[in-house]
Protein backbone atom coordinates (compact mmCIF):
# COMPACT_ATOMS: atom_id res chain seq x y z
CA UNK A 1 0.00 0.00 0.00
CA UNK A 2 1.03 3.27 -0.69
CA UNK A 3 0.11 6.97 0.34
CA UNK A 4 -1.02 8.39 -2.91
CA UNK A 5 -2.77 5.18 -3.95
CA UNK A 6 -4.62 5.39 -0.95
CA UNK A 7 -5.15 9.45 -0.87
CA UNK A 8 -3.74 9.22 2.54
CA UNK A 9 -0.76 11.31 4.33
CA UNK A 10 2.00 10.81 6.85
CA UNK A 11 -0.76 12.82 9.51
CA UNK A 12 -3.40 10.63 8.55
CA UNK A 13 -1.74 7.32 9.17
CA UNK A 14 0.20 8.85 12.23
CA UNK A 15 -3.82 10.18 13.45
CA UNK A 16 -5.44 6.04 12.87
CA UNK A 17 -2.39 4.68 14.56
CA UNK A 18 -3.08 6.87 17.54
CA UNK A 19 -6.95 6.60 17.59
CA UNK A 20 -7.32 3.17 17.10
CA UNK A 21 -4.38 0.84 17.74
CA UNK A 22 -3.39 -0.37 20.90
CA UNK A 23 0.22 0.43 20.82
CA UNK A 24 3.16 -1.13 22.58
CA UNK A 25 6.26 0.50 21.19
CA UNK A 26 8.15 4.27 20.66
CA UNK A 27 7.43 4.23 17.07
CA UNK A 28 10.35 5.56 14.63
CA UNK A 29 8.94 9.13 13.96
CA UNK A 30 8.45 8.05 10.00
CA UNK A 31 6.53 5.77 8.22
CA UNK A 32 8.10 2.83 5.80
CA UNK A 33 6.87 2.82 2.81
CA UNK A 34 9.05 1.03 0.86
CA UNK A 35 12.01 -1.40 1.43
CA UNK A 36 15.01 -3.06 -0.32
CA UNK A 37 18.01 -4.37 1.05
CA UNK A 38 20.21 -1.80 3.82
CA UNK A 39 17.32 0.69 3.19
CA UNK A 40 14.13 1.71 4.18
CA UNK A 41 12.10 4.33 2.66
CA UNK A 42 10.10 6.99 4.21
CA UNK A 43 7.02 8.76 3.07
CA UNK A 44 9.17 11.12 1.76
CA UNK A 45 11.52 8.93 -0.03
CA UNK A 46 14.09 9.48 2.47
CA UNK A 47 16.62 6.37 2.86
CA UNK A 48 17.37 5.03 6.29
CA UNK A 49 20.18 2.79 7.22
CA UNK A 50 18.49 -0.52 8.25
CA UNK A 51 20.98 -2.11 11.43
CA UNK A 52 18.45 -3.25 12.93
CA UNK A 53 16.98 -5.58 10.10
CA UNK A 54 13.32 -5.88 11.82
CA UNK A 55 15.03 -6.36 14.72
CA UNK A 56 17.02 -9.89 13.42
CA UNK A 57 14.80 -10.95 10.55
CA UNK A 58 15.69 -9.62 7.22
CA UNK A 59 18.82 -11.17 7.26
CA UNK A 60 19.17 -11.07 3.37
CA UNK A 61 18.14 -8.14 3.67
CA UNK A 62 14.62 -5.66 3.17
CA UNK A 63 12.20 -7.63 0.60
CA UNK A 64 15.23 -9.86 -1.06
CA UNK A 65 14.08 -10.13 -4.51
CA UNK A 66 14.60 -14.24 -4.50
CA UNK A 67 12.53 -14.50 -1.56
CA UNK A 68 9.80 -11.84 -2.86
CA UNK A 69 9.58 -14.09 -5.97
CA UNK A 70 9.24 -17.11 -4.14
CA UNK A 71 6.41 -16.09 -1.80
CA UNK A 72 4.51 -14.33 -4.90
CA UNK A 73 4.47 -17.31 -6.77
CA UNK A 74 4.00 -20.01 -4.23
CA UNK A 75 0.37 -17.66 -3.22
CA UNK A 76 -0.63 -17.94 -6.55
CA UNK A 77 -0.14 -21.45 -6.51
CA UNK A 78 -1.58 -22.41 -2.87
CA UNK A 79 -1.79 -19.96 -0.10
CA UNK A 80 -3.48 -21.93 2.67
CA UNK A 81 -4.69 -25.69 2.91
CA UNK A 82 -3.97 -26.45 6.50
CA UNK A 83 -1.84 -29.85 7.02
CA UNK A 84 -3.95 -32.23 5.74
CA UNK A 85 -2.24 -32.33 2.26
CA UNK A 86 1.30 -33.10 1.69
CA UNK A 87 3.06 -29.35 1.07
CA UNK A 88 6.17 -29.08 -1.17
CA UNK A 89 7.45 -25.97 1.05
CA UNK A 90 7.23 -27.43 4.14
CA UNK A 91 9.05 -30.33 2.86
CA UNK A 92 11.31 -29.35 1.27
CA UNK A 93 12.52 -26.82 3.72
CA UNK A 94 12.43 -29.45 6.82
CA UNK A 95 14.91 -31.69 4.48
CA UNK A 96 16.96 -28.23 4.34
CA UNK A 97 16.85 -27.64 7.85
CA UNK A 98 17.04 -30.62 9.31
CA UNK A 99 20.26 -31.39 6.92
CA UNK A 100 21.96 -28.06 7.64
CA UNK A 101 21.91 -28.56 11.48
CA UNK A 102 22.04 -32.15 11.55
CA UNK A 103 19.04 -32.61 13.65
CA UNK A 104 16.40 -34.79 13.03
CA UNK A 105 13.23 -33.57 13.06
CA UNK A 106 11.33 -30.44 12.55
CA UNK A 107 7.51 -28.90 13.93
CA UNK A 108 6.75 -25.57 12.07
CA UNK A 109 4.99 -22.52 13.89
CA UNK A 110 4.19 -18.77 13.30
CA UNK A 111 6.40 -16.98 15.52
CA UNK A 112 9.31 -17.36 17.77
CA UNK A 113 6.84 -17.28 21.06
CA UNK A 114 5.11 -19.79 19.75
CA UNK A 115 8.12 -22.28 18.60
CA UNK A 116 8.96 -22.33 22.46
CA UNK A 117 5.65 -22.76 23.42
CA UNK A 118 6.16 -26.07 21.53
CA UNK A 119 10.34 -26.23 22.42
CA UNK A 120 8.58 -26.38 26.21
CA UNK A 121 5.26 -28.55 25.27
CA UNK A 122 7.64 -31.14 24.34
CA UNK A 123 10.10 -31.44 26.77
CA UNK A 124 7.21 -31.61 29.17
CA UNK A 125 5.24 -34.07 27.26
CA UNK A 126 8.42 -36.33 27.20
CA UNK A 127 9.17 -35.69 30.62
CA UNK A 128 6.10 -36.74 31.79
CA UNK A 129 5.46 -39.49 28.98
CA UNK A 130 8.69 -40.87 30.05
CA UNK A 131 9.54 -40.31 33.93
CA UNK A 132 5.61 -39.69 35.64
CA UNK A 133 3.53 -36.72 35.71
CA UNK A 134 5.72 -34.64 38.13
CA UNK A 135 8.75 -33.70 35.72
CA UNK A 136 8.02 -30.77 34.27
CA UNK A 137 10.47 -28.44 35.73
CA UNK A 138 12.46 -26.19 33.92
CA UNK A 139 15.30 -24.26 34.24
CA UNK A 140 16.07 -20.74 32.61
CA UNK A 141 18.81 -18.02 32.69
CA UNK A 142 17.59 -14.69 34.37
CA UNK A 143 17.47 -11.52 31.93
CA UNK A 144 16.71 -14.39 29.30
CA UNK A 145 14.15 -13.40 26.77
CA UNK A 146 11.63 -16.51 25.07
CA UNK A 147 8.51 -14.68 24.41
CA UNK A 148 5.25 -13.40 25.13
CA UNK A 149 2.75 -15.99 25.69
CA UNK A 150 2.17 -17.64 29.00
CA UNK A 151 4.98 -20.34 29.28
CA UNK A 152 7.70 -18.70 26.88
CA UNK A 153 6.83 -15.63 29.34
CA UNK A 154 7.08 -17.58 32.11
CA UNK A 155 10.79 -19.08 31.10
CA UNK A 156 11.72 -15.04 30.68
CA UNK A 157 13.95 -14.74 33.83
CA UNK A 158 12.54 -11.04 33.91
CA UNK A 159 10.49 -11.47 37.37
CA UNK A 160 10.49 -7.81 37.85
CA UNK A 161 10.17 -6.54 35.00
CA UNK A 162 7.10 -4.98 32.37
CA UNK A 163 6.90 -8.39 31.07
CA UNK A 164 5.83 -10.27 34.18
CA UNK A 165 4.51 -7.24 35.59
CA UNK A 166 0.12 -7.64 35.85
CA UNK A 167 0.24 -10.88 34.11
CA UNK A 168 1.13 -13.18 37.38
CA UNK A 169 0.11 -16.01 38.06
CA UNK A 170 2.31 -17.36 35.63
CA UNK A 171 3.01 -21.28 34.64
CA UNK A 172 4.38 -23.15 37.25
CA UNK A 173 7.34 -25.09 36.68
CA UNK A 174 10.04 -22.49 36.60
CA UNK A 175 12.85 -21.12 38.34
CA UNK A 176 15.70 -18.99 37.26
CA UNK A 177 19.53 -18.92 37.68
CA UNK A 178 22.60 -17.29 36.60
CA UNK A 179 23.57 -16.62 32.92
CA UNK A 180 27.12 -17.69 32.75
CA UNK A 181 27.51 -19.67 36.07
CA UNK A 182 27.18 -23.50 35.88
CA UNK A 183 27.08 -23.84 40.05
CA UNK A 184 23.74 -21.96 39.89
CA UNK A 185 22.18 -24.10 36.80
CA UNK A 186 23.16 -27.14 39.56
CA UNK A 187 22.12 -26.04 42.56
CA UNK A 188 18.29 -25.95 41.12
CA UNK A 189 17.92 -29.47 39.23
CA UNK A 190 15.49 -31.58 41.26
CA UNK A 191 14.28 -34.99 41.07
CA UNK A 192 11.42 -33.07 38.82
CA UNK A 193 13.58 -31.21 36.95
CA UNK A 194 13.27 -32.55 32.93
CA UNK A 195 15.17 -29.63 31.31
CA UNK A 196 17.57 -26.25 31.16
CA UNK A 197 16.60 -23.71 28.55
CA UNK A 198 19.04 -21.09 27.30
CA UNK A 199 20.09 -18.71 24.87
CA UNK A 200 23.24 -19.00 23.52
CA UNK A 201 23.68 -14.79 23.53
CA UNK A 202 21.30 -13.15 25.84
CA UNK A 203 20.06 -10.64 23.20
CA UNK A 204 17.09 -8.90 24.89
CA UNK A 205 19.20 -9.47 28.01
CA UNK A 206 21.73 -6.88 26.73
CA UNK A 207 23.63 -9.11 24.29
CA UNK A 208 25.43 -11.05 26.73
CA UNK A 209 27.38 -14.34 25.15
CA UNK A 210 27.36 -17.47 26.87
CA UNK A 211 30.99 -18.00 27.65
CA UNK A 212 32.44 -21.88 26.04
CA UNK A 213 33.01 -22.70 29.76
CA UNK A 214 29.50 -22.26 30.63
CA UNK A 215 27.39 -23.49 27.44
CA UNK A 216 30.06 -26.75 27.63
CA UNK A 217 29.45 -26.91 31.58
CA UNK A 218 25.60 -26.96 31.04
CA UNK A 219 25.45 -29.56 28.14
CA UNK A 220 27.57 -32.24 30.59
CA UNK A 221 25.35 -30.92 33.25
CA UNK A 222 22.48 -32.01 31.14
CA UNK A 223 24.04 -35.39 30.06
CA UNK A 224 24.80 -36.14 33.90
CA UNK A 225 21.38 -35.22 35.19
CA UNK A 226 19.65 -36.92 31.82
CA UNK A 227 18.55 -33.66 31.59
CA UNK A 228 17.24 -31.94 27.96
CA UNK A 229 19.47 -28.98 26.89
CA UNK A 230 17.01 -26.81 25.20
CA UNK A 231 18.43 -23.85 22.96
CA UNK A 232 16.27 -20.73 21.63
CA UNK A 233 18.20 -19.25 18.70
CA UNK A 234 15.37 -17.27 17.33
CA UNK A 235 17.84 -14.06 17.54
CA UNK A 236 20.72 -16.01 17.10
CA UNK A 237 20.27 -18.68 14.66
CA UNK A 238 21.27 -18.69 10.87
CA UNK A 239 23.75 -17.37 10.40
CA UNK A 240 23.55 -14.56 12.31
CA UNK A 241 26.58 -14.70 14.58
CA UNK A 242 28.69 -17.16 11.71
CA UNK A 243 27.59 -20.45 11.74
CA UNK A 244 24.25 -21.94 10.87
CA UNK A 245 22.96 -21.97 14.66
CA UNK A 246 25.17 -20.13 17.51
CA UNK A 247 25.51 -22.95 19.49
CA UNK A 248 27.67 -24.23 17.24
CA UNK A 249 30.49 -22.49 18.01
CA UNK A 250 30.14 -24.13 21.49
CA UNK A 251 30.61 -28.19 19.88
CA UNK A 252 27.15 -28.81 21.92
CA UNK A 253 24.26 -31.06 20.65
CA UNK A 254 21.08 -29.90 22.00
CA UNK A 255 18.18 -31.83 22.07
CA UNK A 256 15.94 -28.92 20.97
CA UNK A 257 15.98 -25.89 19.14
CA UNK A 258 13.61 -23.33 18.83
CA UNK A 259 14.36 -20.70 15.58
CA UNK A 260 12.53 -18.03 13.97
CA UNK A 261 13.11 -14.33 12.85
CA UNK A 262 15.51 -15.02 10.34
CA UNK A 263 13.82 -18.11 9.04
CA UNK A 264 10.91 -17.02 7.90
CA UNK A 265 12.74 -13.84 5.43
CA UNK A 266 10.22 -11.40 6.76
CA UNK A 267 7.48 -13.42 6.97
CA UNK A 268 6.12 -15.12 10.53
CA UNK A 269 7.62 -18.53 10.60
CA UNK A 270 8.92 -20.23 13.68
CA UNK A 271 9.74 -23.92 13.84
CA UNK A 272 11.57 -26.54 16.46
CA UNK A 273 14.00 -28.95 15.26
CA UNK A 274 14.74 -31.49 17.56
CA UNK A 275 16.21 -35.07 18.02
CA UNK A 276 13.96 -38.45 16.89
CA UNK A 277 14.09 -39.44 20.14
CA UNK A 278 12.54 -35.88 22.22
CA UNK A 279 10.70 -35.64 18.91
CA UNK A 280 8.42 -38.86 19.67
CA UNK A 281 6.94 -36.86 22.34
CA UNK A 282 4.32 -35.43 19.97
CA UNK A 283 2.29 -37.59 18.77
CA UNK A 284 -1.65 -36.71 16.65
CA UNK A 285 -3.66 -34.55 18.68
CA UNK A 286 -0.94 -33.18 20.97
CA UNK A 287 -0.06 -30.40 19.20
CA UNK A 288 -0.95 -28.37 16.48
CA UNK A 289 -1.74 -24.91 14.59
CA UNK A 290 -3.72 -23.74 11.96
CA UNK A 291 -1.13 -21.68 10.14
CA UNK A 292 1.70 -24.28 11.20
CA UNK A 293 3.72 -25.21 8.21
CA UNK A 294 1.40 -22.26 5.50
CA UNK A 295 3.31 -22.91 2.21
CA UNK A 296 3.69 -19.53 1.20
CA UNK A 297 5.76 -18.86 4.94
CA UNK A 298 7.76 -22.12 4.56
CA UNK A 299 8.53 -21.20 0.59
CA UNK A 300 9.82 -17.53 1.73
CA UNK A 301 11.96 -19.31 4.64
CA UNK A 302 13.59 -21.77 1.60
CA UNK A 303 14.37 -18.79 -0.61
CA UNK A 304 15.78 -17.18 2.53
CA UNK A 305 17.94 -19.58 3.43
CA UNK A 306 18.93 -20.85 0.13
CA UNK A 307 20.38 -17.05 -0.19
CA UNK A 308 22.28 -16.90 3.06
CA UNK A 309 24.03 -20.50 1.93
CA UNK A 310 24.45 -19.47 -1.41
CA UNK A 311 26.22 -16.05 -0.77
CA UNK A 312 27.79 -17.27 2.51
CA UNK A 313 26.45 -14.78 4.62
CA UNK A 314 27.29 -16.60 7.84
CA UNK A 315 31.20 -16.10 6.83
CA UNK A 316 30.47 -12.87 5.64
CA UNK A 317 28.42 -11.36 9.26
CA UNK A 318 31.78 -13.15 11.35
CA UNK A 319 34.13 -11.23 9.62
CA UNK A 320 32.60 -7.64 8.97
CA UNK A 321 30.94 -8.12 12.30
CA UNK A 322 34.23 -8.50 14.24
CA UNK A 323 35.43 -5.21 11.73
CA UNK A 324 32.16 -3.33 12.62
CA UNK A 325 32.73 -3.99 16.75
CA UNK A 326 36.42 -3.25 16.32
CA UNK A 327 35.53 -0.07 15.13
CA UNK A 328 32.92 0.41 17.70
CA UNK A 329 35.22 0.54 20.57
CA UNK A 330 36.94 3.84 19.42
CA UNK A 331 33.54 5.40 19.49
CA UNK A 332 33.36 8.32 22.75
CA UNK A 333 31.25 6.89 25.64
CA UNK A 334 31.87 3.27 24.57
CA UNK A 335 32.45 0.93 27.51
CA UNK A 336 32.20 -2.36 26.06
CA UNK A 337 30.99 -3.65 22.80
CA UNK A 338 29.60 -7.06 22.99
CA UNK A 339 28.22 -9.73 20.44
CA UNK A 340 29.36 -12.19 18.15
CA UNK A 341 28.75 -11.82 14.10
CA UNK A 342 25.72 -9.43 13.39
CA UNK A 343 24.54 -9.05 16.85
CA UNK A 344 26.53 -6.56 18.68
CA UNK A 345 25.79 -4.43 21.62
CA UNK A 346 27.34 -1.51 22.38
CA UNK A 347 27.24 -0.53 26.42
CA UNK A 348 27.43 3.12 26.71
CA UNK A 349 28.99 4.56 30.16
CA UNK A 350 26.29 6.81 30.72
CA UNK A 351 22.64 6.32 30.15
CA UNK A 352 21.93 7.69 27.42
CA UNK A 353 21.30 4.76 25.09
CA UNK A 354 17.88 5.83 24.07
CA UNK A 355 18.32 9.41 23.19
CA UNK A 356 21.57 8.35 20.67
CA UNK A 357 19.47 5.91 18.89
CA UNK A 358 16.86 8.96 18.53
CA UNK A 359 19.78 11.10 17.43
CA UNK A 360 21.04 8.26 15.06
CA UNK A 361 17.42 8.21 13.56
CA UNK A 362 17.74 12.52 12.96
CA UNK A 363 20.85 11.26 10.74
CA UNK A 364 18.92 8.32 9.02
CA UNK A 365 20.49 5.17 10.85
CA UNK A 366 17.83 2.54 12.41
CA UNK A 367 19.07 0.94 16.00
CA UNK A 368 17.78 -0.35 19.28
CA UNK A 369 18.04 0.78 22.21
CA UNK A 370 18.25 -1.84 25.34
CA UNK A 371 17.41 -0.55 28.71
CA UNK A 372 19.31 2.42 29.98
CA UNK A 373 22.65 2.42 28.23
CA UNK A 374 22.68 -0.69 25.60
CA UNK A 375 22.93 -0.12 22.05
CA UNK A 376 21.66 -3.20 19.81
CA UNK A 377 22.29 -3.54 15.81
CA UNK A 378 21.37 -6.45 14.35
CA UNK A 379 21.23 -5.91 10.69
CA UNK A 380 20.87 -7.65 7.25
CA UNK A 381 23.62 -9.92 6.63
CA UNK A 382 24.22 -8.57 4.38
CA UNK A 383 25.73 -5.20 5.99
CA UNK A 384 28.94 -4.34 4.00
CA UNK A 385 32.08 -2.83 5.49
CA UNK A 386 31.06 0.68 3.43
CA UNK A 387 27.90 0.07 5.59
CA UNK A 388 29.60 0.01 9.22
CA UNK A 389 31.66 2.41 8.44
CA UNK A 390 28.65 4.78 7.47
CA UNK A 391 27.32 3.38 10.69
CA UNK A 392 30.05 4.25 12.94
CA UNK A 393 30.32 7.79 11.26
CA UNK A 394 26.64 8.34 12.23
CA UNK A 395 27.06 7.04 16.03
CA UNK A 396 29.91 8.60 16.44
CA UNK A 397 28.01 12.11 15.58
CA UNK A 398 25.18 11.05 17.65
CA UNK A 399 26.94 10.69 20.69
CA UNK A 400 28.89 13.89 20.52
CA UNK A 401 25.78 15.66 19.86
CA UNK A 402 24.26 14.54 23.23
C1 LIG B 1 15.70 -15.13 22.05
C2 LIG B 1 14.28 -14.83 21.71
N1 LIG B 1 13.34 -15.74 21.99
C3 LIG B 1 12.05 -15.53 21.68
C4 LIG B 1 11.65 -14.36 21.07
C5 LIG B 1 10.19 -14.16 20.75
O1 LIG B 1 10.00 -14.18 19.37
P1 LIG B 1 8.69 -13.53 18.73
O2 LIG B 1 8.78 -12.06 18.97
O3 LIG B 1 8.75 -13.91 17.27
O4 LIG B 1 7.53 -14.15 19.40
C6 LIG B 1 12.59 -13.38 20.77
C7 LIG B 1 12.18 -12.10 20.18
O5 LIG B 1 12.85 -11.10 20.22
C8 LIG B 1 13.94 -13.62 21.10
O6 LIG B 1 14.89 -12.72 20.84
Known sequence: MQLKDMGLTFEDIKAYTEKYMIETYERFPFLAERAKDMYIYDQDRNAYLDFYGGIAVNSAGNCNEKVV????????????????????PQAVLAKLICETTGMDKIYYQSSGTEANEAMIKLARKYGTDNYGPNKYHIITAKSSFHGRTYASMTATGQPDSAI?????????????????????????????????????????????????????????????????????EIQTGWYRTGYPMAYMHYGIKPDVVSMAKTLGGGLPLGAIIATSEVAKAFTPGSHGSTYSGNPVVCAAGYAELNELIDRKLGAHAAETGAYFMDKLRELPHVKEVRGRGYLIGVELDIPKAVEVKRKAIERKLLTTAIGANIIRMVPPLIASRTDCDKACAILKESIEAL
Open 69 to 88: QTAVQQMQEVMHVFNYPYSI
Open 164 to 232: HKGFLPLVPGFTYAEFNNVDSFAEQVTEDTIAIMLEPIQGEGGVRVATDAFLKGIAKLCHDKGLLLLID
